[in-house]
């Protein structure tokens, strides 16, 4: 039920080279006529490559490092085609639209100064920016226009739920607090020692009727949980480490552990709520279900369009070593999808 990406938006925002088309001289592509200019697909092949650890260090005219080229000059002959497409389909995406846009990039920074460090330090203008946002409007402009949603029939979360229930198990929960005595790795014999005398003397508080919150805000050094009296949240135990874990899982709803050593230092924990692994019911996630198959139903629609525009379009490969090559189709979502 996952959905699928675009290879040129695992490239970071600097992948709006790839819409710039600001380079001059000779093409390494065209598409309907339009070039994809060499320049422009080297600066994003590299980015791209440094970005991905699998061809990170990959030599140059390697196997790897071509296909991995040329996925991204699939994408960049994508992002073309749906260009055209979205222009013939009657996008107009103005300034106005560009520049809310920008407006929410901008609202996840603490302020100016923050954005345009960052943006200076990918590389990249604001105008390469502003293209590239007017490129993913015009890619989610298509791919709504192309792929409206389609209604998805209680028959049909019914059938998904059927074939796929153990998608739909949970699993057991444990409410747990716990104080942690830190005692670093690095602690000498004589630190470990009281380290430990010091958790010892905290169970003892506890032992002798001290309030668990009260004293976790005192001593904890798991300074996250510490201000809510210890508490840890509903969780799989699976979430922590080993020592921990099976010391929890041991616990009754109410009981507390003894010291527990981990490579943190020593842990007291309470078991303050517990829920049994079970089946969710389908009334609990009809909702969650109906959405993603109305975004596989589109994604597929898309998809089919996608492949339909590439089978008509003239799309011409000048460099030999990438035409030659046999990439896997890089799989693909609208933008902010």
Do not use: W
Request: aromatic residues 6%.
């Amino acid at each position: 039920m996952k959905k699928s990406i675009r290879i040129a938006a695992a490239v970071l925002v600097i992948a709006v080279l790839a819409s710039a088309g600001c380079s001059g001289g000779a093409n390494v592509a065209k598409v309907n006529g339009v070039g994809i200019k060499t320049a422009d697909f080297e600066l994003l092949a590299a980015a791209a490559q440094k970005q991905d650890s699998t061809v990170a260090s990959a030599t140059a005219g390697s196997p790897e490092l071509l296909k991995f080229q040329r996925l991204v000059l699939d994408s960049m002959v994508e992002n073309e085609l749906v260009r055209q497409a979205a222009k013939k389909e009657g996008a107009t995406i103005g300034d106005k639209e560009v520049e809310a846009q920008l407006a929410q990039i901008k609202a996840g920074f603490p302020d100016e100064a923050t954005f345009d460090s960052t943006l200076k330090a990918s590389g990249m203008t604001l105008a390469q920016l502003q293209s590239s946002i007017k490129d993913q409007l015009l890619y989610q402009f298509l791919y709504d226009k192309v792929a409206p949603e389609s209604a998805v029939t209680t028959a049909d979360v019914q059938a998904y739920y059927d074939k796929n229930k153990t998608q739909f198990q949970s699993t057991a929960q444990s409410q747990l607090s716990h104080i942690l005595i830190s005692v670093p790795a690095t602690a000498t014999p004589a630190e470990a020692a009281a380290g430990k005398a010091k958790a010892e003397d905290v169970l003892k508080q506890l032992l002798a009727g001290g309030d668990f919150a009260a004293l976790a805000k005192k001593y904890s050094g798991d300074t996250g949980s510490a201000v809510n009296g210890g508490d840890l949240g509903m969780s799989s135990t699976d979430s922590y480490v080993p020592e921990f874990k099976a010391a929890a899982d041991k616990l009754k709803k109410g009981q507390m552990s003894g010291l527990v050593k981990t490579d943190y230092g020593y842990h007291i924990i309470l078991k303050t709520d517990e829920q049994a692994a079970g089946q969710q019911k389908i009334e609990d996630v009809s909702e969650t279900i109906k959405a993603s198959l109305v975004q596989e139903k589109r994604n597929t629609v898309f998809q089919e369009y996608l492949a339909s525009l590439k089978k008509a379009a003239k799309i011409t490969i000048y460099d030999k070593k990438l035409k030659d090559v046999v990439a896997t189709p890089a799989a693909t979502t609208p933008a902010g999808q």
